[in-house]
Structure formats: C-alpha cells, structure tokens
C-alpha cells in the first residue's frame, strides 16, 4: 500500500501472481481518478492519512470496524476480482464478502470429487485428523476417529486448564443459555466462533465450497468448521484458557471482548488466515485422498 496516486494498468492480474491479505479498518474506501483510495484517521495498524491502495496485486480487502465502502469501490473490486470481506476486529467475526475466488474453480471441482467419493472423502477427513493427532491412525471408520480425536482433546483441556491455572469440570456447552456455564467453557465457546470466523475468510479466498465439509457434515459452513478445528489445539484453546485467566486474575469487564482482542492479537501474531488459506490450498492440491 503506497501514498499518492498509482498508475495501475487495466489488464487483470491472475489470482495467483497477487499478494495475500489487506487489513483496513476506521476510514472510507472510494475511488478517485480511477484510483482506489483508502482515507483513514488511524489505528494502531495504520497510521492517519490517504493511501492509494494497488488493488490488482491483492487478492482480498478485509474491512474491520469504522470502515466504509462507496459503490464505485466495490464496483472497481469486482471488475478486478479483488475480494472484499467485512470482518470483525482483526478478522475475528465475518459479516459478509463479495463474490469472487481465484481466476478458475480448480479446487471448488476437487473439494467436490473428493467429497462425492465415498473413499477419497474419508481419505480426507483421515488427513485432517492426523494432521490435527500428530500420526495417521489406523482407522478408517469415521465414527472411531471422532472418538479418538475426543478421548485426546479431553486429555488437552485437562493439560491447558492446568498450565493456566484455571479451575476444569469438563467441556460442557448450552445452547439455550450459553451464559450459564463456567468462564472457562464460556470463553473456549468465543474463541471458536472467533477462529470459525478466520477459517470463514480462509473458505471464501481460496473459493472452496463452504458447505462441503469432511468431518462436520450439517451445518452450512462445514469446511471452516474442518479447517478451524485443525488450529482447535494451537490457537482456539489457548486463547480461550488465556482469557479466562486473564478475567479471574483481575474480574471487570467482558469476557467476550478479552477473548476478542487476545484472538485478534493471535491471528496477527501467527498470520493464521494465512496458514489457512495454505492448509486449504494442500489439502486440495490434487485429486489424491492421501492420509497424511
């Protein structure tokens, strides 16, 4: 992102040969003369000023709180195929995106022929799972890997509430009142809506069909529940646990917004759409159902 009025070129540059992510947030995104501007009073990622934004070389815009966007911007993205996604504080909710995706459906039509074999499908969630356990287990029922996956995530809550010293009676959520459970469960429940969130922007770059999960097979956005579940270990809990310890040592405020500003910090800090975007891309690079 460079000040000053830029010289872009009409032809569109493919998907590919662009640079990943753009966050902007508390200022207008408009066009003038043909260039795309991004005005912005500041934050602590950006400082005050008018930025002429090289829009073909990004694949994606995240727009966070306090921004807005003029028609003649959204038009000029969508002419480029420039993403635009409307995000929460450090992409840790997803509002909306406008439709877009690499120049072709390479790994759309993969993900869906994967996903219509009934092998290659398992194949997959196998993958999933042993990245997520570490090994390739020698299991290829589904219901059984679940169960594996669960006996060792219970085993994981343990050791995390342990190292941050919080109190641990067991995962347990409500979905009736939600509120009622204990801080702990409360924050591990905000986490994973933050990290679902991350996982949705990751879907959306890369065009990969969002309802077409492997391991989650209900819900409308089952892949990024598969891909927020491989970061469940390294980033939901930690940032849950952390949270949490976070509001016993010093109880004011709100524990959603504790849970919000340490998750946001972490994807910033771990690049995790990134990572995302680049575990989506491997596991859907080729027609193979490898297991690792």
Not at 177 to 191: C, K, L, S, V
Not at 239 to 254: C, H, M
Request: glycine share 10%; aromatic share 6%; hydrophobic share 40%.
């Amino acid at each position: 992102m460079l000040k000053g009025r830029l010289g872009l070129e009409t032809a569109r540059i493919p998907q590919a040969d662009r640079h990943g992510l753009l966050w902007l947030g508390r200022g207008k995104l408009l066009v003038e003369d043909g260039t795309l501007h991004f005005i912005t009073a500041g934050d602590r990622n950006l400082s005050s000023g008018d930025y002429a934004i090289p829009f073909q070389m990004i694949s994606c815009m995240l727009m966070g709180p306090g921004s807005l966007i003029s028609h003649d911007a959204l038009r000029l993205l969508a002419r480029h195929g420039t993403g635009v996604v409307m995000t929460g504080e450090d992409g840790v909710r997803m509002y909306a995106s406008m439709p877009f995706g690499p120049d072709d459906s390479a790994i759309a039509r993969r993900q869906a022929r994967v996903w219509g074999d009934t092998e290659a499908r398992l194949g997959i969630a196998r993958r999933m799972y042993a990245w997520r356990l570490g090994e390739v287990v020698p299991y290829s029922d589904i219901e059984v890997l679940r169960g594996i996956e669960g006996a060792r995530m219970k085993e994981t809550y343990r050791n995390l509430a342990r190292q941050y010293d919080i109190e641990w009676a067991g995962r347990r959520y409500d979905r009736q009142n939600p509120e009622a459970d204990d801080i702990a469960n409360q924050a591990i429940n905000h986490a994973a809506t933050a990290v679902e969130a991350a996982a949705m922007v990751a879907v959306a770059v890369v065009g990969a069909l969002p309802q077409l999960g492997f391991i989650h097979e209900d819900s409308g956005i089952s892949l990024c529940l598969d891909i927020a579940d491989l970061y469940r270990d390294s980033v939901t809990l930690p940032v849950a646990f952390g949270a949490a310890r976070e509001l016993v040592r010093e109880p004011t405020g709100s524990l959603e917004r504790l849970v919000r500003r340490l998750a946001g910090q972490t994807f910033r800090k771990t690049q995790l759409v990134p990572k995302m975007i680049d575990k989506i891309k491997e596991l859907f690079a080729d027609d193979r159902s490898g297991d690792a």
